[in-house]
């Protein structure tokens, strides 16, 4: 004699759901979300596109030029590579202007985007990375 | 055979909640990391940019000065830069020459959150 509550609406016998397709099947689909899935965050920095306009030049902000182990101001009080410290000495007071932040050459982004947020660090406010300066041009 | 199953639940909803799926550069790119800057949304173009100076466009290789021919630069838009932690900025200055005087796009470059 079938029980009443083990029939289904047809009347017919409800199959009870195979545990071991089922756990294929999640297993499937915890291997995809693994793979896929990146708990690293990204992070920005929007680059300023070159324009060569003449009042653009005219307030040039000052420009601080990283090279590889040293540092340079391109105002005319420092031009020969110095320490950071001497730069910032120069700079300090000016944490509210505009700077520049330029690579020489051969300077990968990296060291850049370091010496970037050590301004960053410091206080300074309207910061940019500027167009990469050749040794040769100084 | 059902607590493991229990098991296998817990960490599929743990990977389907907390992580995130978004196209990843490419395996060669190593972004550089920074721990100061503003979080990063996602752009529907994507530059990378590699070590050696190749650059793709959403994951296609071009040229560098090829770049005006594929992308609109006359209309306005953001696009987001990958570029290795190793590229040097002469490199970095090269692909923006390409959209000099085009102050209606904002390129954004992407680091890895430290």
Redesign the interface.
């Given at each position: 004699m079938i029980h009443m509550d083990s029939l289904g609406s047809g009347g017919r016998r409800a199959k009870p759901i195979s545990?071991t397709a089922?756990?294929d099947v999640?297993?499937i689909?915890?291997m995809f979300?693994?793979l896929?899935?990146?708990?690293?965050?990204?992070?920005?920095?929007?680059?300023s596109?070159?324009?060569?306009s003449e009042q653009a030049e005219q307030d040039a902000p000052p420009v601080l030029i990283v090279y590889e182990n040293e540092f340079a101001l391109l105002t005319d009080v420092i031009k020969r590579p110095v320490s950071l410290k001497s730069v910032l000495l120069e700079l300090s007071g000016a944490v509210n202007k505009p700077l520049v932040i330029?690579?020489?050459?051969?300077?990968?982004?990296?060291r850049?985007?370091n010496v970037y947020?050590q301004m960053?660090?410091l206080g300074f406010k309207h910061l940019q990375?500027g167009?990469?300066i050749?040794e040769k041009s100084e | 055979m059902i607590p493991l199953i229990n098991i296998v639940f817990l960490l599929l909803i743990f990977f389907m909640v907390a992580g995130q799926i978004k196209a990843q550069p490419d395996q060669a790119i190593t972004l550089p990391s920074t721990a100061q800057l503003e979080s990063a949304q996602a752009q529907t173009l994507r530059l990378e940019l590699f070590a050696d100076g190749q650059l793709m466009l959403n994951g296609e290789l071009i040229e560098v000065a090829s770049l005006k021919s594929k992308i609109d630069l006359e209309s306005a838009g953001s696009i987001a830069l990958f570029a290795d932690a190793r590229v040097t900025a002469k490199q970095l200055d090269e692909l923006l020459s390409e959209f000099a005087n085009t102050p209606q796009w904002s390129i954004e470059l992407y680091t890895l959150e430290k």
């Open positions: 545990l089922l756990i999640v297993f689909l915890l979300f693994m896929t899935s990146s708990f690293s965050q990204w992070q920005m920095l929007e680059l596109v070159p324009t060569s330029s690579g020489e050459e051969s300077v990968t982004l990296a850049l985007l947020e960053q660090i990375i167009q990469s050749s | -």
